[in-house]
């Protein structure tokens, strides 16, 4: 069944929930994507986060290598030759997309190279509020914004770093800093007529029961959909267990109250190219490194 979007801006999304693999559960199987590895800086630390480069573990943050901007297009002519159903270039990290110039050079460039693919934004939203117009010049119309927590105090047991204009922030004011960011941002993409979606790392004992409360104030900003994926036991969460299926399906149904969730994410490298509802991951084709476990086709 089609997800009904929830929409503010009056823009027409019909061709994105058509084309993208993560809006819908039909493109899911049937279109691909690629997250071109540009952005290494990032500048939070999230304390389930460990960036890794030259490593097959299938996850966000990491990636085989990091590219420049210049190598991007023949990176996506590649992509392109492996999987034609490629509809979406994205940009996920390794680090956080906005923390260096490096993403918005590269969208630049692919929109000039490439005009019919839909360019898609992976932020923790630090610096969304002051390049919204940029990135919509530079052919951006998709933006995902990954948002923890709204209380500053559930969000400072998560995030233990905030680099904002030179000063390193702790505890209550840098989660009040990111909210606060992370809230302008999507109000203002949601604005300008970017579809924004939203994440949330489920993390159990620490915001699992404030899934609703992100989802309603995600909904006044403006997103559209909610993303909510369970989290990888690492770093400070290391000695976290996973959430069960049945703890992510309630704060599904309870986000579900407020936003349409797509429940079908992989949880995609930073590299990441295929058709993500096929299993078939190509990064190791398209950036020849061996893994023994390229293809699944489970
Ligand atoms: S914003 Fe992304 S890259 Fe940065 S610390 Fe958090 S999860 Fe890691
Ligand atoms: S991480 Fe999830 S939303 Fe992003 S490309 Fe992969 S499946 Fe889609």
């Known amino acids: 069944m089609a997800i009904e979007l929830k929409q503010e801006s009056g823009t027409d999304f019909s061709h994105l929930l058509r084309s993208h693999p993560c809006l819908s559960a039909e493109a899911h199987v049937k279109f691909g994507?690629?997250?071109?590895?540009?952005?290494?800086?990032?500048?939070?630390?999230?304390?389930f986060c460990i960036?890794?480069?030259?490593?097959?573990?299938?996850?966000?943050?990491?990636?085989?290598?990091?590219?420049?901007p210049d190598?991007?297009?023949?990176?996506?002519?590649?992509?392109?030759?492996?999987?034609?159903?490629i509809q979406v270039i994205g940009i996920a990290g390794p680090g956080?997309?906005?923390?260096?110039?490096?993403?918005?050079?590269?969208?630049?460039?692919?929109?000039?190279?490439?005009?019919?693919?839909?360019?898609?934004?992976?932020?923790?939203?630090?610096?969304?509020?002051?390049?919204?117009?940029?990135?919509?010049?530079?052919?951006?119309?998709?933006?995902?914004?990954?948002?923890?927590?709204?209380?500053?105090?559930?969000?400072?047991?998560?995030?233990?770093k905030v680099v904002w204009e030179g000063e390193v922030l702790r505890g209550l004011p840098a989660a009040e800093r990111l909210i606060h960011s992370q809230l302008t941002g999507?109000?203002?993409a949601a604005r300008k007529g970017f579809l924004v979606k939203s994440n949330a790392v489920l993390i159990p004992g620490v915001n699992d029961?404030?899934?609703?409360?992100?989802?309603?104030?995600?909904?006044?900003?403006?997103?559209?959909?909610?993303?909510?994926?369970?989290?990888?036991?690492?770093g400070k969460f290391k000695d976290i267990a996973t959430p069960s299926c049945a703890a992510l399906g309630s704060a599904r149904k309870e986000a579900e109250a407020y936003l349409p969730v797509f429940r079908h994410c992989k949880q995609?490298?930073?590299?990441?190219?295929?058709?993500?509802?096929?299993?078939?991951?190509?990064?190791?084709?398209?950036?020849?490194?061996?893994?023994?476990?390229t293809f699944s086709h489970g």
């Open 186 to 188: 999507i109000r203002a």
């Open 71 to 85: 190598e991007s297009i023949d990176t996506v002519k590649k992509a392109l030759e492996l999987c034609p159903e």
């Open 51 to 68: 960036r890794k480069l030259k490593t097959e573990e299938t996850r966000p943050g990491v990636a085989y290598k990091v590219m420049t």
């Open 96 to 160: 956080d997309t906005l923390a260096s110039p490096h993403a918005i050079e590269t969208f630049t460039r692919i929109h000039a190279e490439f005009p019919d693919k839909i360019l898609c934004l992976s932020t923790n939203g630090l610096m969304l509020p002051k390049n919204v117009d940029r990135l919509w010049d530079a052919g951006v119309r998709t933006i995902s914004v990954t948002v923890n927590a709204v209380d500053p105090e559930i969000l400072r047991q998560i995030v233990s």
């Open 209 to 234: 029961t404030h899934i609703a409360a992100i989802a309603e104030t995600l909904a006044e900003a403006g997103a559209s959909m909610f993303n909510i994926i369970p989290l990888i036991p690492q």
């Open 33 to 47: 994507r690629m997250h071109l590895p540009v952005s290494y800086a990032c500048n939070i630390q999230c304390d």
């Open 268 to 293: 995609c490298r930073a590299d990441a190219c295929g058709i993500p509802g096929k299993h078939v991951e190509l990064s190791a084709l398209l950036y020849g490194y061996a893994t023994e476990n």
